[in-house]
């Protein structure tokens, strides 16, 4: 099992350093790209902003954040030749009715910057020194790219998306600003991080959708105090479920079959906040 996380995240990282800088193919609409974005907080990366067909200045949209920028669209430029094929879902949605129409923007990852953007920083503040000192062996064991201590940097990436991606895009295209209008979502460790947006900035984020969230942190459970730290971050952080949403899945095999025991105690929490099937 370890062997195969392994040589994922090697992978992972080797192939989005190496992405091609050619448009991804869309099935519908058109991707605006913005070449390495610059940042005061982060490492540049690309920005790929997906508009629906009938994309039009006068009216207005919401807006999708969207982590792993690219992995959204074309399985033909991503790392695994996988994609999420958001262009495909996100073109037919807006058919039923029952969603507003919006914009997608896909922020890439940094590559070997990936882990530490989107760890979440004040749930790892809450281990003690032995803690993250474990947590440090077991991530260097894993080939996640650390040279000395692991930090996590995800409070400087959040600043980035809020502080000068999001004004950007406000500028430029025709959407509605508001927290009611701005969502944010991602798998994996793009689960903790979209977690960790809606929790830090409740007046930014109206939803969150969060896939198989990475909830050890590392890639494995054994003397693992990370999840526990997840979970208490959570029960003093949600933000308010009356003018927030929150979506969490997992899958039981592969990777994900170190996530099920931790989500229901995470769902836990949630029902205590006043979290239901509504939001």
Known sequence: MRKIINSVIVLLLIFTAKAQNTLPEVVSGKVDRIENFESKHITPRNIDIWLPEAYSSSKKYAVLYMHDGQMLFDPKSSWNKQAWNIDNVASKLPESHKIKDFIVV?????????????FPQKPFHYLSQSQKDTLNTQLKHSHVPIKTSFIPQSDNYLKFIVEELKPYIDKNYSV???????????????????MYAICEYPEVFGGAACLSTHWPGSFTLKNNSMPEAFIKYLD???????????????????????????????????IKKGYNENN
Not at 106 to 118: C, E, L, P, V
Not at 176 to 194: E, K
Not at 244 to 269: A, N, R, S
């Open 106 to 118: 896909g922020i890439w990852n940094g590559g070997a910057t990936r882990h530490s953007d989107y």
């Open 176 to 194: 509605s600003s508001d927290q009611a209008n701005t969502y944010i979502m991602g798998s994996s460790m793009g689960g903790l991080i979209s």
């Open 236 to 270: 003093s952080h949600l933000p308010n479920p009356k003018n927030h949403k929150i979506y969490f899945d997992c899958g039981d095999k592969t990777l994900d079959e170190l996530y099920p025991d931790i989500q229901k105690k995470v769902d836990q929490v949630m």
